[in-house]
């Protein structure tokens, strides 16, 4: 399969997962559609960086920039699932799990909007760090794995801007010196430790999906 190919039936797959999330998710679940599509935009994004493929091109150098502003959106969209508590899942009466189909239909397009913007994130994070250091040091191509220990880490910042100061990349472009002003006062110990777990989590599900590529090449 090429790779134009398989970018086209990542595209449909997202357009039809964000139109199911329109036709179907209820207040107050549907922010989903905007953070799915935001999760996906870093997606696209770094199937447009290929068409840069020069580290003298301007394009580029904007593109991955872009890329780096949004492509938090995409593990961000894990923490929702911290509002699956919203569906009170439990009976009040001895604590078994309701067997509404509505209840089980809102925790199966979350699980399926997370999966697929952290693992297909995951994927596009490896994709521009590959190409960044193909691009800038071809003669050491290890400093792949910083590219995505240092964008991991930056995306642990945005994810917690984004949880907790509930603010979106869009702010970085539109209103760049109130956004960084909100950036410069929100370091503490707990912020770190936050960055710190999310970073993590991104950098283990990255190793388990190159686990599992190199598993599948040799079966």
């Not at 549907?30 to 447009?48: A, H, K, R």
Request: contains cysteine.
């Amino acid at each position: 399969m090429s790779k134009v190919s398989l970018h086209w039936i990542i595209r449909i797959y997202f357009w039809i997962l964000i139109l199911l999330l329109i036709l179907f998710s209820k207040s107050p679940f549907d922010f989903m559609v905007l953070n799915t599509f935001l999760g996906y935009l870093p997606i696209e994004i770094s199937f447009q960086l290929r068409r840069f493929n020069d580290r003298r091109s301007l394009a580029f150098w904007c593109l991955l920039i872009v890329w780096m502003i949004f492509y938090p959106n995409a593990p961000y969209v894990v923490t929702d699932l911290m509002h699956l508590s919203l569906l009170h899942p439990y009976t009040s009466v001895n604590g078994i799990l309701k067997d509404d189909p509505k209840i089980w239909l809102t925790f199966a397009m979350m699980i399926v909007c997370a999966m697929s913007c952290f693992i297909l994130g995951s994927l596009s994070l490896s994709k521009v760090a590959r190409q960044l250091t193909d691009l800038t040091t071809p003669q050491h191509p290890r400093l792949k794995n910083l590219w995505i220990v240092i964008f991991s880490l930056l995306a642990g910042v945005g994810i917690y801007i984004g949880r907790f100061l509930r603010l979106h990349s869009a702010y970085l472009i539109f209103t760049p010196s109130w956004f960084w002003r909100q950036l410069f006062g929100i370091w503490s110990l707990k912020m770190v430790e936050f960055v710190l777990i999310m970073s993590a989590m991104q950098l283990l599900i990255y190793w388990l999906l190159k686990i599992f590529q190199r598993a599948s090449s040799e079966i």
